[in-house]
T-cell receptor, first 113, second 113 residues
Framework: GENVEQHPSTLSVQEGDSAVIKCTYSDSASNYFPWYKQELGKRPQLIIDIRSNVGEKKDQRIAVTLNKTAKHFSLHITETQPEDSAVYFCAASIEGSQGNLIFGKGTKLSVKP | ETGVTQSPTHLIKTRGQQVTLRCSSQSGHNTVSWYQQALGQGPQFIFQYYREEENGRGNFPPRFSGLQFPNYSSELNVNALELDDSALYLC????????????FGPGTRLTVT
């Protein structure tokens, strides 16, 4: 079955710096890759997603890139702010799998003022 | 547009007991997926319901079962509770099966003693 690995497990940056979180997946049939932000005690919040027919997607300070050949995708956050501090999860879904999302183990991002 | 809601917020049960968790899907969504999130881990797919039928299942035993109602709300039932069932149970709704965006509810924190 699909396996998603996420690195790093923790990331600490200064406010204003960029943060990059990387994920790899095992099943080449995966075609949908969402990213979720989960603050302590709150629900996972969908922040951006990408499908296998595009290589990059941006939304203000957040961008996601996808390399299908290497089977990895990354989340880029620019000009980080303290409110970006949270746990970020990547996930992958295989076409025809009824939308079963396979999640990575998460990255705890801390943005220091 | 109303978001995904879940009840109860917290629950404490004894090993061997049974529990029912409830989820109301977001307006316009007809599909509900359930996930188990252990402390410090990413969510794990339990199963998905579409048009009142189970439409996919993860690696969970049969004592985890569910229902979906005509209004697309859903229940997760767990029989013969074990200590390892202690976790945050999340439901997510989407516009359909397959690679649609999934939006999570706030979760139910289940503690089994």
């Amino acid at each position: 079955g699909e396996n998603v690995e996420q690195h790093p497990s923790t990331l600490s940056v200064q406010e204003g710096d960029s943060a990059v979180i990387k994920c790899t997946y095992s099943d080449s049939a995966s075609n949908y890759f969402p990213w979720y932000k989960q603050e302590l005690g709150k629900r996972p919040q969908l922040i951006i997603d990408i499908r296998s027919n595009v290589g990059e997607k941006k939304d203000q300070r957040i961008a996601v890139t996808l390399n299908k050949t290497a089977k990895h995708f990354s989340l880029h956050i620019t000009e980080t702010q303290p409110e970006d501090s949270a746990v970020y999860f990547c996930a992958a879904s295989i076409e025809g799998s009824q939308g079963n999302l396979i999640f990575g183990k998460g990255t705890k991002l801390s943005v220091k003022p | 547009e109303t978001g995904v809601t879940q009840s109860p917020t917290h629950l404490i049960k004894t090993r061997g007991q049974q529990v029912t968790l409830r989820c109301s899907s977001q307006s316009g969504h007809n599909t509900v997926s359930w996930y188990q999130q252990a402390l410090g881990q990413g969510p794990q797919f339990i199963f998905q319901y579409y048009r009142e039928e189970e439409n996919g299942r993860g690696n969970f035993p049969p004592r985890f079962s569910g229902l979906q109602f005509p209004n697309y709300s859903s229940e997760l039932n767990v029989n013969a509770l074990e200590l390892d069932d202690s976790a945050l149970y999340l439901c997510a709704s989407s516009r359909g099966t397959g690679s649609y965006e999934q939006y999570f509810g706030p979760g139910t924190r289940l503690t089994v003693t």
